[in-house]
């Protein structure tokens, strides 16, 4: 991922949408589907796409001094 984020695309991935299970990069906590959370593609790799719990990513973006959507 970059350091600074600023060519990180992210992506909202609304509750009707969520239909797997993933694994937060931030919590290694589980997002279960039907859960609101993002997806966030470092310089738009799709290969290095990771998904997000909302709360993880959004003190992720604070950390790194960027919009966290």
Known sequence: M?????NDEVRVVQPGA??????CPACD???EP?????VVLPDGIV??????????WEREAHRRG???W
């Open 29 to 31: 906590g589980f997002i």
């Open 66 to 68: 960027i919009s966290p």
């Open 2 to 6: 970059g350091a600074d984020g600023l």
């Open 18 to 23: 969520a239909r797997k299970r993933y694994l």
């Open 34 to 38: 039907g859960v609101f959370h993002y």
């Open 47 to 56: 290969d290095l796409r990771r998904h997000w719990h909302r709360g993880c």
